[in-house]
Nanobody, 123 residues
Framework: QVQLVESGGGLVQAGGSLRLSCAASGRTFSRNAMGWFRQAPGKEREFAAAISWSGGSTYYADSVRGRFLISRDNAKNTVDLQMNSLKPEDTAVYYC????????????????WGQGTQVTVSS
């Protein structure tokens, strides 16, 4: 059974940092793009960051570029999201996802999803 399990969410003050981690099991995703998406209350799930299968390409939503950093370790089958300079508008459930494509930032191309981890940024 394929599982993506996120960890590292929590409550942080504006300007603070959090590091989210995602551990995959059940199969390797070393040839697949991995991404982080987020969903705020009452809003659609949106793209936050993605990384290509090799880690050679990274992509960010305009709203997080320069503050978030995505990375992966194919040997460990993990992907992380370092979030700095957090803002209240970053409050959301963050989902780790794996794509069937080696290089993608399109939500529709992600077919494995974790259960999500809550990130709350207080002002």
């Amino acid at each position: 059974q394929v599982q993506l399990v996120e960890s590292g969410g929590g409550l942080v003050q504006a300007g603070g940092s959090l590091r989210l981690s995602c551990a995959a099991s059940g199969r390797t995703f070393s040839r697949n793009a991995m991404g982080w998406f987020r969903q705020a209350p009452g809003k659609e799930r949106e793209f936050a960051a993605a990384i290509s299968w090799s880690g050679g390409s990274t992509y960010y939503a305009d709203s997080v570029r320069g503050r978030f950093l995505i990375s992966r370790d194919n040997a460990k089958n993990t992907v992380d999201l370092q979030m700095n300079s957090l803002k209240p508008e970053d409050t959301a459930v963050y989902y780790c996802a794996a794509s069937y494509s080696p290089n993608s930032m399109r939500k529709a191309e992600y077919n494995y999803w974790g259960q999500g981890t809550q990130v709350t940024v207080s002002s």
